[in-house]
């Protein structure tokens, strides 16, 4: 897994914790409520539909989209998949969390977020340096040095 994959799939990891502490609408119910929304202006507002038709659509279109759809049901499942899914960096930051949510028998945001921060730290350790020579421009420009006591001026 390359730099960018990584960093990609642990900001989804923080993004996902950060929601569900926040205590937002899971993917699913999300997914359910627009699909219900997008369904009632189309049948509702484009159509030009009798109102009781426009709410049964929508919400057997809410119901459809809500257990059929491949999102997860809660944000702990969504963030169990994804904390599943991830190779980490730090090995033993990842094996003393992954030991510590065991002994809990599920998991814990603060230990999330402190995983989460440990990890930030060993991916920012292995950051693609820029080529030396990128700057060369601005390396090579002129510039004045700025005095240290100003009140000479």
Known sequence: MNFETR???LMDIRRCALDMQNGTLPPSMMASLLASIS???IV????KQDPLLVVGTSLVVALLVYFRAPFS???AEALDNRLTDYEPIDHEAYATFHHATRERGGLDLPAVFSWIE???TALSAITPKVPDCAAHKFISKPVKPVANDRSQE
């Open 73 to 75: 049901k809660s944000w």
């Open 39 to 41: 369904t009632a202006i």
């Open 44 to 47: 509702g507002v484009i159509m």
């Open 118 to 120: 440990q990890e930030m």
């Open 7 to 9: 960093k990609k799939k």
